[in-house]
Antibody, heavy 121, light 111 residues
Framework: EVQLVQSGAEIKKAGESLKISCKTS????????IAWVRQMPGRGLEWMGI????????RYNPSFQGQVTISADKSISTAYLQWGSLKASDTAMYYC??????????????WGQGALVTVSS | QSALTQPPSASGSPGQSVTISCTGT?????????VSWYQQYPGKAPKLVIY???KRPSGVPDRFFGSKSGNTASLTISGLQAEDEADYYC???????????FGTGTKVTVL
């Protein structure tokens, strides 16, 4: 069974750093892209960026480039999203999602449960 | 690149049909057949209900129907049921540089 299990809720102060995780199981971690999606309170979904753990190829939405870093550790089938210096505007729910390639219809077929990040100013 | 445009809300009575539009450009929705739709209940992760414009993943009822014309994709839910009340988001491939774009989201209410 494919599973994506995210780390828990975080409460941080502006200026602090943070790294949240997405541990996967039930499939070949290196064979699928993993994306991160932001959902600010009461707002829609935003595609932040994506990584292919097989070769660490990483792409970012220009709106998030330089603001976050996406990485992956093949040895433990886990993807990460990190911030060097949080802002209050980073307060949101963050989802990881497995991405199927063009040959499988190009979609997010499995999602993590979400990680709520709250940043106080 | 801007989000795809969806109506903020749509509604219908049980048993009726509701259609949600998703308007983009020739660089995303109009240029590719990779449009997907996601259902999201409050406080829950999104769930894939349609991919490649009209295909349904295993387990998704055939009441969910996807289509596309030009730069606009649509999701139709027929035979509305109370459990269909949720937020729905479209998503389109936008080329190798931009990867993917989500729609603004539509709240479906079952009256």
């Amino acid at each position: 069974e494919v599973q994506l299990v995210q780390s828990g809720a975080e409460i941080k102060k502006a200026g602090e750093s943070l790294k949240i995780s997405c541990k996967t199981s039930g499939y070949s971690f290196t064979g699928y892209w993993i994306a991160w999606v932001r959902q600010m309170p009461g707002r829609g979904l935003e595609w932040m960026g994506i990584i292919y753990p097989g070769d660490s190829d990483t792409r970012y939405n220009p709106s998030f480039q330089g603001q976050v870093t996406i990485s992956a550790d093949k040895s433990i089938s886990t993807a990460y999203l990190q911030w060097g210096s949080l802002k209050a505007s980073d307060t949101a729910m963050y989802y990881c999602a497995r991405h199927q390639g063009l040959e499988d219809g190009y979609n997010f077929d499995y999602w993590g449960q979400g990680a709520l990040v709250t940043v106080s100013s | 690149q801007s989000a795809l445009t969806q109506p903020p809300s749509a509604s219908g009575s049980p048993g009726q049909s509701v259609t949600i539009s998703c308007t983009g450009t020739s660089s995303d929705v109009g240029g590719y057949t990779y449009v997907s739709w996601y259902q999201q209940y409050p406080g829950k992760a999104p769930k894939l209900v349609i991919y490649e414009v009209f295909k349904r993943p295993s387990g998704v009822p055939d009441r969910f129907f996807g289509s596309k014309s030009g730069n606009t994709a649509s999701l139709t839910i027929s035979g509305l049921q109370a459990e269909d009340e949720a937020d729905y988001y479209c998503c389109s491939y936008a080329g190798n540089t931009n990867f993917e774009i989500f729609g603004t989201g539509t709240k479906v209410t079952v009256l």
